[in-house]
């Protein structure tokens, strides 16, 4: 079973830095891609960025220039390095992890429980 782990929320004033990770274990086949979400109070999930095994990015137009996210592979760990934080960068942010636990498997998405991250203006 794989389980994520993530850590690094908190609160922080508007402008300033956060850096969140992600540690994945247990029976891991292959990663396809990791990245991270996020949840405001009263809105949907959405995407803030991921990352795939073969190292390509892709993020969300609003994090763009601001959020840097990065694996190590090796480890089987994802970072987000978010600058210049603003108040609507505010909500729970979970990690998830997309892959095969065996070779014969389907590929599906696994979720961390999330971290809270508190931007005051």
């Known amino acids: 079973q794989v389980q994520l782990v993530e850590s690094g929320g908190g609160l922080v004033q508007a402008g300033g830095s956060l850096r969140l990770s992600c540690a994945a274990s247990g029976i891991i086949f292959r990663i396809n891609a990791m990245g991270w979400y996020r949840q405001a109070p009263g809105k949907q999930r959405e995407l803030v960025a991921t990352?795939?095994?073969?190292?390509?990015?892709n993020y969300a137009d609003s994090v763009k220039g601001r959020f840097t996210i990065s694996a190590a592979n090796a480890k089987n760990t994802v970072y987000l390095q978010m600058n210049d934080l603003r108040p609507e960068d505010t909500g729970v942010y979970y990690c998830?992890?997309?892959?095969?636990?065996?070779?014969?498997?389907?590929?599906?998405?696994?979720w961390g429980k999330g971290t809270l991250v508190t931007v005051s203006s």
């Open positions: 998830n992890l997309n892959g095969k636990v065996y070779s014969y498997s389907s590929g599906k998405d696994y």
């Open positions: 990352v795939t095994s073969g190292g390509g990015t």
